[in-house]
């Protein structure tokens, strides 16, 4: 059978890589030839769940086309987010949890999205439709993609069957999840050996919103105020990127992962700047402190598109 | 729980009706509170399935915003084919067997596609998945949708799915799929009684195809010759609704379904018509004879975005 990709998002988080892996895997047993790929470098939390599972962090690609005529994505359908080349090759598969814009095919294909914390939680049901045992180690990744999503099910993402997921597969993966949880998103909150420029691109996505060129970076942090002693050399960073890049808005959403809160860093242009205000508040020297915003799919982008309108 | 209404595409067919009222069905018995509407009057042949299982004609809708916030959408997803004010209400649920295309959303929403014949094919599958029994009735509209969609089972977008779906249905409802399944597609060939202008309308759906408006419309019958009769009329009921429309190609599938063949009329500007013959060959005194097509969605609409590329 002709050969197919699977990848998340750009920018990978443990949801892109971890579901990817939990796809192929699953598509592979019920017949289909494919290779899980990432787009981007495992950041420090994936790295820690991969290497914790015992899986190799997979192959990074940039284009597809250039090695296959068909993918299947997940955790991601806007073209922006994937692939550079997305229009050259034909999605069969979309597995994903977040609204639909501007994917567009010439041919019917499978699609399924559901309005849940993790793109893992809608595998682990797919494994028990299709009637697939999960291993003990596949387990264990999308139960990592599950807590990284959903902050250990503290999101207001979170959903009744990310709670069920996480247990059922805690239990295959034989680990305790609110220790490994903790574990894992500490992982990925270690910034001090990053530079500011590394840590705005690390959970990046762009968004067009109403022809505006919107950017939301996201870092998780265990120590709000440390993370603030940078805002300078964050706001630089944000600034050379904007320019280089042409945003009209960039944000960037500071959570401190223990406590469910966020600072967000905001620079744009006069009328981004409005109807960013318009959505959250006044922003003040550039920030804004946002308690109990943790989520960048429920908590802004929404809003964003609301104001932008 | 708040009020949602569940509908199939505009012109409706026996799979955008008979689905929605399977829908709303399931969706109901799951807790939601929802109503399966039309977006306009059943076709002879969904009147005749209608009729023949116990069900009313369900109410027709032109907009949905003036009576609920949230809709759920079957057999369609592109913004064109729907309600004329789709973009005042949120779509919370999709289920579907076409390509997505133009279809956006603020929010994460339920979104299931599977290229199979038939909605009502997902439909069965759904209902098994969340453990649903489908009453006699709600089987046999079912069924009735996927021998339309399928012309009993004899079209290329006929999967392995359909003839499960079929089988299991048709005892369901206890009927003989192959014989009711005939008497169902011929209730729908009666062209006699109605007018050109009624029959370029009956099963017709647009396309935004790289900036053009395409509309292709399919109508039924046993006897292609005795529709051919009618040729100049057609042509000239499609050259007016073309100018009122704007549009820039419009093509009328006449297919028999006991021969599964088609003759295809066709109208349009220069270089649509080019674009057109690109993709199907040579076009004489605006008719094309196309053996073998029975499929809008496989056979002709793939095709036609490849050649208006």
């Known amino acids: 059978m002709e050969k197919e990709l699977v990848f998340g998002h750009q920018n990978p988080d443990t949801d892109a890589i971890g579901t990817a892996i939990a796809y192929s895997y699953l598509q592979n047993k019920r017949g289909f ?56 090759v034909e999605v069969t598969h979309v597995v994903d949890h977040h609204r639909i814009m501007n994917f567009n095919t010439t041919m019917p294909l499978f699609y399924l999205a559901e309005p849940v914390g993790c793109t893992s939680t809608i595998m682990w049901k797919l494994y028990q439709q299709y009637g697939v045992e999960i ?16 902050l250990l099910l503290k999101s207001p993402t979170t959903t009744a069957d990310d709670h069920e997921a996480v247990k059922a597969l805690a239990k295959i ?54 993370a603030m002693e ?14 280089a890049e042409h945003y009209d808005l960039f944000m960037l959403l500071i959570t401190n992962v223990l406590d469910s809160d966020s600072t967000a860093l ?37 809003q964003l598109t609301g104001a932008f309108k």
Do not use: C, W
């Open 135 to 150: 291993p003990q180690n596949i387990a264990g990744i999308m139960l990592s993609a599950i807590i990284s999503d959903t």
């Open 173 to 226: 993966a034989g680990v305790d999840y609110e220790q490994y949880g903790l574990e894992e998103l500490k992982a990925g909150t270690n910034i001090a050996g990053k530079s500011e420029h590394e840590l705005i691109n690390l959970d990046a996505k762009s968004f067009d919103l109403a022809g505006k060129k919107v950017r939301v970076a996201q870092i998780n942090v265990v120590d709000l105020p440390e």
């Open 33 to 88: 030839n494919t290779e899980a790929v990432a787009l981007g470098k495992a950041n420090d939390e994936t790295a820690f769940a991969l290497a914790k599972f015992g899986f190799k962090e997979p192959r990074v690609i940039k284009t597809a086309a250039n090695e296959v005529d068909k993918v299947m994505l997940v955790d991601h359908n806007e073209p922006q987010q994937s692939v550079a080349d997305i229009d050259q």
């Open 266 to 302: 905001v620079i744009g242009s006069g009328e981004a700047q409005q109807a960013f205000e318009q959505a959250f508040g006044p922003v003040k020297d550039a920030e804004i402190s946002l308690p109990g915003v943790v989520s960048r799919k429920k908590q802004v982008v929404p």
């Open 230 to 243: 940078r805002k300078e050399a964050f706001l630089q960073a944000m600034r050379t990127v904007s320019e």
